[in-house]
Nanobody
Framework: QVQLVESGGGLVQAGDSLRLSCAAS????????VAWFRQAPGKEREFVAF?????SYADSVKGRFTISRDNAKNTVWLQMNRLKPEDTAVYYC????????????????????WGRGTQVTVSS
């Protein structure tokens, strides 16, 4: 098992940048696939970015967001550039054991472990 804690959210203006962090503890972090999801008020939780052996992004953030990880530091980051008001949401870090099969890494139901989230608010 892993425990995940997000940090780095805040209130920024459109066009600004933020870097979110997801710190893991517990099991060997390198054994886990990790993703960022977000949930805006009144909306479904949606996939943002994924990292395991490679990385993948939602179309809405491609070219603006970058996911990275340092297994030695048990940390995954989400660098968010050129932020837009529509990026406003609570951002969650999620993980599952990379050795297990999942039909899709973009579905929230595929993930076994979740952090509590960090709020990102982008003003226009």
């Amino acid at each position: 098992q892993v425990q995940l804690v997000e940090s780095g959210g805040g209130l920024v203006q459109a066009g600004d940048s933020l870097r979110l962090s997801c710190a893991a503890s517990g099991d060997t972090f390198a054994n886990y696939a990790v993703a960022w999801f977000r949930q805006a008020p009144g909306k479904e939780r949606e996939f943002v970015a994924f990292t395991s052996s490679g990385s993948s992004y939602a179309d809405s953030v491609k070219g603006r967001f970058t996911i990275s990880r340092d297994n030695a530091k048990n940390t995954v980051w989400l660098q968010m550039n050129r932020l837009k008001p529509e990026d406003t949401a609570v951002y969650y870090c999620a993980a599952y054991a990379a050795s297990s099969f999942r039909w899709s890494w973009t579905r929230a139901a595929s993930y076994d472990y979740w952090g509590r989230g960090t709020q990102v608010t982008v003003s226009s």
